[in-house]
């Protein structure tokens, strides 16, 4: 299986921060990777696909980077709507696997 | 509008089967690439990828679960069922179903069910 590790698993933020979490995948996955957030008690959110092309309709202050084993999500600028949980997922192969999850929380 | 609706029981006792039923709308598991999976999420963990069936009724499933778990599809009601062997407390988590919308261009999860939290307990 491929195992994915995110970093850090919590960041404390202030809003118009700019935050960078960082998802490491075990084997090289080219750029098959997405990003979901995720809200207390609501369903995951695709945000981001194939490392770098955001979902319709997500904010351009949200951008994925990266290939191969690395990738990281970026917020720009944080908003009050960003505080919040954050899973890089790779979509490479099957038995499909998510990172341990990154919590955004308010400075 | 596509739309995934998971139900089944809120608690189930240790040792009994789980049995959930993900009903959707808004595409078809007839569509080639298109496939359903079954995502779990503990309360305060990580998700976890349980199990995929695809429209070809291809099934890929957990390498640490897949001797207790069985992934089956109805597509004349639309239907994408998960059963659960052998329950116990630590399969206690919130379940979630989600679509990937065409396999061959990114396994990624693009709409999900609200999920339902399920409880083992005796």
């Known amino acids: 299986d491929i195992q994915m590790t995110q970093s850090p698993s919590s960041v404390s933020a202030s809003v118009g921060d700019r935050v960078t979490i960082t998802c490491r995948a075990s084997?090289?996955?080219?750029?098959?990777l997405a990003w979901y957030q995720q809200k207390p008690g609501k369903a995951p959110k695709l945000l981001i696909e194939?490392?770098?092309s955001l979902q319709t309709g997500v904010p351009s202050r949200f951008s994925g980077g990266g290939s191969g084993t690395d990738f990281t999500l970026t917020i720009s600028s944080l908003q009050p709507e960003d505080f919040a949980t954050y899973y890089c997922?790779?979509?490479?192969?099957?038995?499909?696997?998510f990172g341990g999850g990154t919590k955004v929380e308010i400075k | 509008q596509v739309t995934l609706n998971e139900s089944g029981p809120a608690l189930v006792k240790p040792t009994q089967t789980l049995t959930l039923t993900c009903t959707f709308s808004?595409?078809?598991?007839?569509?080639?690439?298109?496939?359903v999976s079954w995502i779990r999420q503990p309360p305060g963990k990580a998700l976890e990828w349980l199990a995929l069936?695809?429209?070809?009724?291809?099934?890929y499933y957990s390498t640490s679960l897949k001797t207790g778990l069985t992934i089956s599809k109805d597509t004349s009601r639309n239907q994408v069922v998960l059963t659960m062997t052998n329950v116990d407390p630590v399969d206690t988590a919130t379940y979630y179903c989600?679509?990937?919308?065409?396999?061959?261009?990114?396994?990624?999860?693009?709409?999900w069910g609200q999920g339902t939290l399920v409880t083992v307990s005796s």
């Open positions: 084997q090289d996955i080219d750029s098959w």
């Open positions: 989600a679509r990937i919308r065409h396999m061959d261009t990114g396994k990624y999860f693009d709409s």
């Open positions: 808004g595409f078809s598991l007839n569509t080639r690439g298109v496939s």
């Open positions: 194939a490392a770098s």
């Open positions: 069936i695809d429209w070809d009724d291809d099934r």
């Open positions: 997922q790779q979509a490479n192969r099957v038995p499909l696997t």
